[in-house]
């Protein structure tokens, strides 16, 4: 059902702030790589229930069966399929280069978005 929440578009907010701040200021081996990445689904997460009610499990499932296509996207070339590989926002957005730790990166931001569900 679609109903706005301020709550999640608030959050959602916040953690498109901190992603760009992320990749414009921060040019290390961890946080822009992997918190960049933990925090990537837990926005996703906030954006879809910002604006649509449903029940947790299937959209933090949704979101992370969404992330891990992505994935898979990067390992099968899709930026370049698409013959956007000189197109930088979709080098961005989409990603060109597939990682393992970016799975575990999905799958721990999505357990922290249940678990932090779990307790309100």
């Known amino acids: 059902m679609l109903k706005f929440s301020l709550k999640y ?3 959602a907010l916040a953690l498109f ?6 990749a414009l200021y921060v040019h290390d081996s961890f946080i822009r790589p992997y918190v960049g990445d933990y925090l990537v689904v837990i926005f996703i997460y906030c954006v879809v229930r910002s604006i ?8 933090a ?3 992370l069966i969404f992330s891990y296509l992505i994935e898979m996207g990067q390992y099968f070339n899709l930026v370049g399929m698409l013959g956007l590989q000189h ?5 961005i957005i989409i990603g060109t280069s597939f990682a ?9 931001g999505i ?3 249940l678990l932090v569900e779990k307790k309100r």
Do not use: C, H
């Open 61 to 63: 499932a949704g979101v």
């Open 87 to 91: 197109n930088r926002a979709a080098r």
């Open 100 to 108: 393992w730790s970016d799975i575990v990166a999905y799958t721990l």
């Open 111 to 113: 357990l922290t978005v």
């Open 52 to 59: 649509y009610q449903a029940p947790v499990k299937p959209v």
């Open 9 to 11: 578009f608030l959050l």
């Open 17 to 22: 702030i901190t992603e760009v701040l992320i």
